[in-house]
């Protein structure tokens, strides 16, 4: 694939992950209208993936679910989180699993690794788990791989920072 047309589809991704973004921030902010269902998204760029979360709620599919979640779930082939342990900590760890202790203390997320799109080309989306401050908040970064060289772009995501956040926290 040329490199204009990888930057084409790279674009076109992080326009979806953009939408993703802005559509969590206005959930958070404003939520679901009971009566009307998501009629606040009509005529803006998130009018489509509204039009799908309202007829989920219709439908009775959404229960409790929360779309960050749906999106995961639906849209989203692969989650990775990947951690930082010390090579001691992975022993203790080890030890630990073995004898039915709990360990997970352990354990330090370092980013979670989103598989958008896979065999043609790959997208993925890595989103730092250590969430700081929006102004010192790092950044995602959004790669496209096909059989040439991977293109990345980075992005500020804070709303799918915060839910990816919130994810984690139980571990």
Known sequence: MEKEQLQKELDGYAEHVRNVDNLLGML???GVDEEHGTHQFEGTPLEDMSNELAELIEDGDMFDHHFFEHWLYVDCLEVTVNAELSLGDF??????????EKAWRLIEAVNVEILIACGGPNVYLTVPVHAQLPSKRPVCELTIAWWSAPLTVRLELPHLQDQVANMLEGY
């Open 28 to 30: 958070d902010a404003f």
């Open 91 to 100: 022993f203790k760890l080890r030890y630990e699993s073995e004898h039915g």
